[in-house]
């Protein structure tokens, strides 16, 4: 049996794996296409105060709008950007749509809320990233209060030292900053201690498995651990893909007092935002967990 199904695997494996590398390079040369034809764009996932459902910020994630394939999931293309460089010029673009986004709520008199960007680690880690930041909110008038980094625990870790060097920098030109996907790339206690950075998001693997009949014991440890560590280490603690009302009654319970997720509302274009963040609260009854 075990030689057959060798045989059918090997069968099977040359050809999926050409679709794969062909796939991948018609990716690569789509996106370069995508920022000539603008089709880019991003949404808008609100963060949450868990009780009462007061909106805090919003998370800019981007989007690629294909005239073909639609909508191109960024755990797809993100992956290729970083590989080939291009995330050198995704990550200025989506940092530019945000601050102009900002900038047009503002002058249609909608209140506005921080946006956090994500930074992956090709963009941290490239000289006269903070410059090029600060030049982008100046065009933009805008204070850099308004903005928030995102950096992945993962990133972070790869380059410790130069990590804390480049955040610290912008920490202290006024960003606040926030560590994304916690509890999954290992940081030690000691440095996460030394990046400068306001607050922690919980990886969504933990939050997944919350209300899960076999998984739930262990997940649940880790989210309480990394509530008392933000409590000890004065960082505001966000939990990430929170779906259900009892992933967001046991945060209530534990101490967790901000929420990312489905439960409250998708990643929305900004004309749907907009409303939102007129109203200033989402719903907390579940209804807006279809999308
Ligand atoms: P992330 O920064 O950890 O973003 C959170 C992801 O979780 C988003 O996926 C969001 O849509 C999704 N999510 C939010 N609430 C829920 C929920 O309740 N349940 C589930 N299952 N998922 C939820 P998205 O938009 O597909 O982005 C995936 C990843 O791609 C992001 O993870 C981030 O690492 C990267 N990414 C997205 N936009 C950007 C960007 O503008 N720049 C960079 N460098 N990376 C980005
Ligand atoms: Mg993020
Ligand atoms: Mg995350
Ligand atoms: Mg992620």
């Not at 102009?100 to 880690?125: C, D, F, H, K, M």
């Not at 009949?213 to 651990?225: D, F, G, P, T």
């Not at 997720?261 to 989402?282: K, N, S």
Request: some cysteine.
């Amino acid at each position: 049996i075990a030689k057959t199904e060798g045989r059918r695997l090997y069968r099977f494996y040359t050809p999926t794996l050409n679709r794969e590398i062909l796939e991948q390079f018609q990716l690569e040369q789509a996106l370069r296409q995508a920022f000539e034809r603008n089709e880019l764009l991003l949404h808008y996932q609100p963060r949450v105060e868990i009780a009462t459902g007061r909106i805090l910020s919003l998370e800019a994630l981007v989007r690629w709008n294909h005239p073909d394939w639609g909508l191109v999931s960024p755990t797809r293309f993100i992956p290729i950007a970083e590989a080939t460089g291009l995330i050198l010029q995704l990550g200025p673009l989506v940092l530019r749509l945000a601050c102009r986004q900002i900038r047009q709520w503002r002058a249609a008199g909608v209140p506005t809320v921080p946006v956090a960007v994500n930074l992956s680690a090709g963009e941290l880690y490239q000289e006269g990233l903070a410059q090029q930041i600060g030049s982008c909110v100046a065009d933009f008038q805008l204070d850099p209060a308004e903005l928030e980094f995102e950096i992945t625990e993962s990133a972070a870790m790869r380059s410790i030292d130069q990590a804390v060097a480049i955040l610290s920098n912008l920490r202290d030109m006024g960003f606040a900053l926030s560590i994304d996907d916690f509890g999954t790339g290992y940081a030690s206690l000691s440095y996460l201690n030394r990046l400068p950075m306001q607050s922690i998001k919980i990886d969504q693997s933990f939050l997944a498995e919350i209300g899960n009949i076999e998984r739930h014991r262990q997940s649940a440890a880790i989210v309480k651990a990394i509530v008392g560590l933000g409590a000890t280490l004065d960082l505001h603690i966000i939990a990430e893909g929170v779906e259900t009302q009892a992933q967001r009654h046991f945060l209530l319970e534990h101490g967790c007092q901000v929420a990312q997720g489905y439960l409250f509302a998708r990643p929305l274009p900004a004309d749907r935002i907009e409303p939102l963040l007129r109203a200033g609260y989402l719903p907390l009854d579940g209804a807006d967990a279809s999308g």
